[in-house]
């Protein structure tokens, strides 16, 4: 008996979001480690702090330098930074005194990892909307975008507060429940709604301008933080979109192959991950 693309396409999903969250928690337990030996793990320490509900928090810092001369950053404003080197621990007490901080050097290998974290998610993007190609090609590319997420997943949640970052997983399982459940089913028809289509993708468009805007603008965290919610309900309105294509396509004959599942999986996890950040950023308190 031949299998639906719903069951394929949650097949690819669930083994995709798997490889996130094992790399995500693997990372996790790596940095609880370096924080108990005194190490440190992608170059980071770790301090311990206790949250309001009486849990370990851990909190990444970088290890000054700690021969001279030693760099020193003065943020002034978003767009202003003042640079200085000091020569020796006067200069260093001087410069703190007047607002300056000891300034952490690039971190390579998380940046190197962010570079091949987008390479392989824009390019599976390309891939599964623009070109026909071979399945394994497909997943393979999928399966080192989904391992490379997992650690910078982890290192967001340990940069706010590694105990909401479970809150906001156990919330999106949820939402991703529901909305499968209400968008393959008989409810409503959202895939046949060109003005619920059109909608979505201008919320998008508007939700993706404001982001931009962050980097160029002072904006108050609670401004932000609307954001963050209304970008939450946006991709949880995306589910229940893509959830009804997926069974409006169900209906093709054609449609119903491993190829389509694959692309079916990508958008399915892309909202399911940009539902994800945008809690993290809802629950952050920076």
């Known amino acids: 008996m031949e299998t639906s693309l719903l069951f394929k396409t949650l097949i690819i999903l669930s083994a995709q979001l798997a ?10 337990k790596q940095a609880r480690l370096a924080y108990e030996n005194n190490s440190t793990l992608f170059g980071m320490s770790f301090r311990g ?11 990444p810092y970088t290890e000054i330098k700690k021969t001279f001369p030693k760099p020193m950053v003065k943020f002034v404003d978003k767009n202003t930074t003042l640079h200085k080197q000091a020569n020796n621990q006067d200069e260093v007490i001087s410069l703190l005194k007047d607002g300056y901080e000891h300034q952490a050097s ?3 290998f998380i940046l190197g990892l962010m570079i091949f974290w987008f390479v392989t998610l824009f390019g599976t993007a390309i891939l599964t909307s623009f070109l026909d190609i071979n399945i394994w090609i497909g997943m393979t590319l999928f399966t080192l975008c989904s391992l490379s997420f997992g650690p910078l997943l982890a290192l967001i949640m340990l940069e706010m507060d590694e105990n909401d970052g479970f809150t906001a997983m156990k919330i999106v399982l949820v939402v991703t429940i529901l909305t499968g459940f209400i968008g393959y089913g008989d409810f409503i028809s959202f895939a046949d709604s060109t003005l619920f289509a059109t909608i979505l993708f201008i919320s998008l468009i508007a939700l993706l301008l404001f982001n931009f805007a962050r980097f160029f603008m002072e904006i108050s965290r609670a401004t932000t933080r609307a954001a963050a919610i209304f970008g939450s309900f946006l991709f949880s309105l995306y589910l229940l979109y893509d959830f009804n294509y997926i069974k409006k396509k169900s209906g093709l004959s054609s449609s119903n192959d491993w190829e389509t599942a694959l692309d079916m999986a990508f958008i399915l996890y892309l909202d399911i991950i940009n539902l994800l950040l ?9």
């Open 19 to 28: 490889l996130v969250l094992v790399m995500c928690f693997y990372t996790l």
């Open 106 to 108: 690039a971190n390579n």
């Open 49 to 59: 702090a206790v949250n309001m509900k009486n849990k370990l928090n851990l909190i």
């Open 278 to 286: 945008e809690i993290l950023d809802a629950m952050s308190n920076s």
